[in-house]
């Protein structure tokens, strides 16, 4: 399993206009084959900045996701409302057995 985590800092006028693009699109985002959990995280401190964080099956699945029309859509309805350039991190759990 991959967890993608993306770090989005939007302009403070445009956060409604990326909540209505996230809340209209999460459920296809979420059935999107392969991704099996999707949440969106705001900072406590900075209430324009938000998260994604994503369960993907493989690094196939995501990249499949990444090269779709969905993320192209919903991707080209984001990136205009952001105020700076976005971090992304794709990582995998680890257990540490004692």
């Not at 800092?9 to 990326?18: A, D, G, P, S």
């Not at 099996?36 to 699945?61: K, Q």
């Amino acid at each position: 399993m991959i967890i993608r985590i993306v770090k989005m800092t939007f302009e403070h006028n445009k956060v409604e206009q990326f909540l209505e693009v996230f809340h209209s699109s999460k459920h296809l985002i979420r059935g999107f084959q392969g991704c099996s959990h999707l949440e969106l995280l705001n900072d406590i401190s900075s209430p324009n900045i938000y998260f994604t964080y994503s369960h993907w099956a493989n690094e196939e699945s995501l990249n499949n996701y990444r090269n779709s029309e969905l993320f192209k859509t919903v991707w080209g309805k984001t990136k205009i409302l952001f105020s700076a350039k976005t971090e992304a991190w794709s990582v995998t759990q680890k257990v540490i057995l004692e």
